[in-house]
């Protein structure tokens, strides 16, 4: 499977590696490489299977379009986005590709969205809750994609909504809390990411999966299925 890692810091460094670890021819391009998107062409594209994004908020959107022009599937790992979701989800559908996105591709990240699921039910028995997420101090976009889905979950099954707060601090890989607190006890999730590793070889198995595929879908609906 030829992929094309858009992104070259940390994480898509990483998903490259891994990918090609794993068996796969990789080109990876900086944001130098692609003003304009000028690379994302369909003849640019030819061969290409998948499109992997680990760039910015800032420039997605353009990538997502030209990919969906080139008729090449995409999997998004880049947040900040996701007000335009409706409006990503027609443009796939009608262009016919693939296109898989997560605020986080980690296994253990899934796990906590399905633990906390569960859990949000104590939010109509008495309980308050608040969400907490530590990033580094580069990242960009606050709070972090996994947290605002994290709070998306809680509302889907509590109808509350929770306040998150966001740290920005030195190089901490990623950590994502959820508070449930009682006058009797309180139960606290944590995921901590100890290093980029299980993001980027989720990310890599998920295009795996999306070869081959068309449509529009959600690494936490499709993770059990790698």
Not at 56 to 63: C, E, I, R, T
Request: hydrophobic share 40%; charged share 20%.
């Amino acid at each position: 499977m030829q992929l094309l890692v858009l992104g070259a810091g940390k994480t898509g460094s990483l998903v490259a590696e891994v990918a090609r670890q794993r068996g796969h021819p990789v080109r990876a391009l900086t944001s130098r490489d692609n003003p304009g998107c000028r690379a994302l062409t369909r003849e640019k594209l030819q061969g290409v299977d998948v499109v992997m994004d680990f760039t910015s908020p800032q420039v997605v959107l353009d990538h997502i379009a030209a990919c969906a022009r080139a008729g090449v599937s995409m999997v998004v790992g880049t947040t900040g986005w996701y007000g335009e979701l409706p409006r990503i989800r027609q443009l796939v559908e009608q262009s016919g590709t693939g296109f898989l996105y997560a605020s986080n591709f980690s296994i253990g990240v899934n796990v906590f969205f399905s633990v906390a699921e569960a859990a949000a039910a104590a939010l109509q028995l008495g309980y308050s809750g608040a969400i907490e997420e530590q990033h580094h101090a580069q990242k960009k976009d606050k709070p972090s994609g996994t947290a605002a889905v994290l709070q998306r979950i809680v509302k889907e099954k509590s109808g509350l909504e929770l306040e998150i707060a966001s740290v920005r601090e030195a190089d901490i890989v990623g950590t994502h809390i959820l508070k449930l607190k009682s006058p009797g006890d309180t139960l606290t999730l944590t995921h901590e990411a100890h290093s980029r590793r299980g993001f980027a070889e989720g990310a890599v198995r998920a295009a795996e999966w999306l070869a081959g595929k068309k449509g529009f879908f959600d690494f936490k609906d499709v993770w059990r299925q790698l």
